[in-house]
C-alpha cells in the first residue's frame, strides 16, 4: 500500500524555466514532509522539509508547498538549472519513512 | 565529517544463497535504517534500529534481518535470495531517527544482483 504516491514518473523543463514535482498521501496523520534528491550512483540527499502545521516552506531555489486539505504537497525550483536534473523523491514521516516513487526531472540547456 | 559507508557497493549473488551488506553511519549518529530501492516502487523501508534495538520493520518476509553493534555500525541479511531481491538497499543515519526534522543521511548503497 503506497502511502505516498508520485504520478509523473518524469519531467523535463527548459532551463531557467519553473519546474514543479507533485506528491500526493494518504496519511493524514504525517507530521513532517520532505523532498530528497538523488544522482545516478549516488545515495539520496535531503534537499528540504516542511512540517505539517506549515504550508510553505522555502530555501533559496526550491519552495515546498502543502495542501493538507487536499493531502498534497508539490516542490518548486524556480529558475531550473541542468544541475537539478535528477530523480527527486517525496517523503513523509511518521513511525517511519514513506517514500514516493519517484519523479526523474531533466532540465535542457 | 565521513559520511555513511556501506559496503560492498556491488554484489552478485545466486539463487537461495544469503549476503550481509553492511552499513557505517556518520560518527555520533544513532539511527540506522535501511530501504529497498527496486524500479517503480521507490524507497521501501525495510527496518530501523537505534542504540542496538529494531525501533521499526517495514512490511518486508523474515528472510530479511538486521542488527545494529555497539559502535552503531549496522548490517543487513538476506537469507535464502530471490530474484526479485535484485535491488539498491540503502542505509541511512541520523542522529535520531530523524523524525523531527525529517534529515536522512543516506550511503552510497550497495547494488544487490540475484541470478
Known amino acids: 500500500d503506497q502511502q505516498v504516491k508520485q504520478n509523473s514518473p518524469s519531467l523535463s523543463v527548459q532551463e531557467g524555466r519553473i519546474s514543479i514535482l507533485n506528491c500526493d498521501y494518504t496519511n493524514s496523520m504525517f507530521d513532517y514532509f520532505l523532498w530528497y534528491k538523488k544522482y545516478p550512483a549516488e545515495g539520496p540527499t535531503f534537499l528540504i522539509s516542511?512540517?505539517?502545521?506549515?504550508d510553505k516552506n522555502e530555501d533559496g531555489r526550491f519552495t515546498v508547498f502543502l495542501n493538507k486539505s487536499a493531502k498534497h504537497l508539490s516542490l518548486h525550483i524556480v529558475p531550473s538549472q541542468p544541475g537539478d536534473s535528477a530523480v527527486y523523491f517525496c517523503a513523509a514521516t511518521g513511525n517511519q519513512f514513506y517514500f514516493g516513487t519517484g519523479t526523474s526531472l531533466t532540465v535542457i540547456p | 565529517k565521513a559520511g555513511v559507508t556501506q559496503t560492498p557497493r556491488y554484489l552478485i549473488k545466486t539463487r537461495g544463497q544469503q549476503v550481509t551488506l553492511s552499513c557505517s553511519p556518520i560518527?555520533?549518529?544513532?539511527?540506522v535504517s535501511w530501504y529497498q530501492q527496486t524500479p517503480g516502487q521507490g524507497l521501501q523501508f525495510l527496518f530501523e534500529?537505534?542504540?542496538?534495538?529494531?525501533?521499526n520493520k517495514g512490511n518486508f518476509p523474515g528472510r530479511f534481518s538486521g542488527r545494529q553493534f555497539s559502535n552503531s555500525r549496522s548490517e543487513m541479511n538476506v537469507s535464502t535470495l530471490e530474484l526479485g531481491d535484485s535491488a539498491l538497499y540503502l542505509c541511512?543515519?541520523?542522529?535520531?531517527?530523524?523524525?523531527?526534522?525529517?534529515?536522512?543521511?543516506f550511503g552510497e548503497g550497495s547494488r544487490l544482483t540475484v541470478l
Open positions: 534500529y537505534f542504540s542496538e534495538t529494531q525501533r
Open positions: 560518527s555520533g549518529h544513532r539511527s
Open positions: 541511512a543515519s541520523s542522529l535520531d531517527f530523524g523524525r523531527e526534522t525529517g534529515e536522512l543521511f
Open positions: 516542511i512540517s505539517s502545521i506549515k
